[in-house]
């Protein structure tokens, strides 16, 4: 999926979460950070690597695009302050096992009649005290309507920022609304694109289409169907039965890891898999809600470490069916 450049643009003014003066130059180190993020003269194996990485689009790139330039112009002395801690994870299962109980706990819970283009998101981003050397991290609530034609609506509102170093902010559930609307964002026909608009069916094979058209493969890996139908989940908020068929597709490729149970950033029960991407660069956990059986999150880590990251990091989340009391 891909969202025109006057979308973006407009989407990095308003929701710029950066305290450097919007008009402010970089400094030389700055450009050349820059400058060696864009060239496109690296050796191919950096270049999957890249692609592996760069698991943002569409809706997310609307939503992440100003902390990704920001960013992209700040001393990396300053960018690495701190990231997320992960989720702690307890018991054992298998993904089999877990893919079983989500489809039972699919079959009796509520859900919606059919798919349906709004959803609800909770994400994050950094923002950077580049004299001080601090980074907090700033949770985004966002809410995105769009029609067959591209017209639509993205607003995003603010969560309390908190310091990835802080215990308490760490043990406890990690988004909450702040109020502030960060971004109302009114999409003209044609500006929001992706290359299913059709309300898909609750069928296997409608689905398995779905998810090639946004990208996978004939012969995915368990990396592949998650990143597919991260992308699904970005746009559509869909039936059980269409999550059912999203487990079992993750189930039958064949390569994810259980981890047992634990709670999300939003203070849910879950189950969590993980996938690992195929140059072993990053690494997903998809969390499963143990209540509804939904797919309601992925997390990315960096396995190798870089200039930016160190190995282990989180460098995002996000978080669907989110309720409106929680976003308000």
């Given at each position: ?69 920001f960013a ?124 299913w608009t ?55 490729a064949g ?74």
């Open positions: 999926m891909t969202t025109e450049n006057s979308v973006l643009e407009r989407a990095l003014s308003d929701a710029d979460p950066g305290r450097t003066p919007r008009d402010a130059v970089p400094d030389a180190k700055a450009i050349a950070t820059r400058d060696r993020i864009l060239r496109s003269t690296e050796a191919p194996k950096k270049r999957r690597r890249a692609r592996a990485l760069c698991w943002a689009s569409g809706v997310v790139a609307v939503a992440t695009a100003a902390v990704v330039a992209m112009i700040t001393p990396q002395v300053a960018a690495v302050a701190g990231t997320p801690a992960p989720l702690d994870f307890e018991g054992e299962s298998t993904v089999a096992d877990i893919v079983e109980e989500a489809h039972t706990a699919l079959a009796t819970s509520e859900g919606p009649s059919e798919a349906v283009r709004t959803v609800r998101t909770a994400s994050w981003g950094f923002a950077v005290e580049v004299g001080k050397k601090e980074t907090k991290v700033v949770p985004k609530l966002s809410t995105l309507t769009w029609e067959p034609d591209g017209s639509g609506r993205m607003t995003i509102i603010a969560g309390v920022p908190y310091d990835p170093a802080d215990a308490v902010a760490n043990s406890t559930a990690e988004v909450t609304s702040s109020g502030e609307v960060v971004t109302d964002l009114i999409m003209e026909p044609g500006d929001f694109t992706t290359p059709t309300v898909p069916a609750a069928d296997g094979a409608d689905m398995s289409a779905m998810l090639r058209a946004l990208g996978m493969p004939d012969d995915p890996t368990a990396f592949d169907v998650e990143t597919a139908f991260t992308s699904a989940l970005q746009q559509w908020t869909l039936t059980n039965a269409q999550h059912a068929e999203l487990l079992s597709l993750l189930e039958e390569d994810g890891v259980a981890l047992g149970t634990s709670t999300d950033r939003l203070g849910r029960p879950v189950a969590g898999i993980r996938v690992q991407s195929p140059d072993g660069a990053a690494s997903d956990l998809i969390l499963i809600s143990r209540e509804t059986g939904r797919i309601v999150g992925v997390e990315r880590t960096v396995l190798i470490a870089d200039e930016v990251f160190d190995a282990g990091a989180i460098i995002s989340y996000e978080m669907w069916d989110v309720t409106e009391g929680t976003i308000e």
